[in-house]
């Protein structure tokens, strides 16, 4: 059986997070995002697309 490659999103974090709900703080810390400009590469499961949708007015997503 051959191996099929998973998607891979690269997540960036454009906003603060200043300003915003505890919720959201955790949501993004969780990403592994933690300063403003930094870029993390993730599976794009679909926990992890809830996830950046939960943010999504203070991140860019982009698919590789």
């Known amino acids: 059986m051959a191996k099929t490659k998973e998607k891979r999103v690269q997540i960036k974090l454009v906003r603060s997070l200043i300003g915003c709900s505890e919720t959201q703080r955790k949501v993004a810390q969780s990403l592994g ?32």
């Open 33 to 64: 995002l933690k300063k403003l400009n930094q870029v993390v590469e993730h599976n794009a499961s679909a926990t992890i697309m809830g996830m950046a949708n939960k943010i999504s007015h203070l991140v860019e997503v982009t698919e590789q």
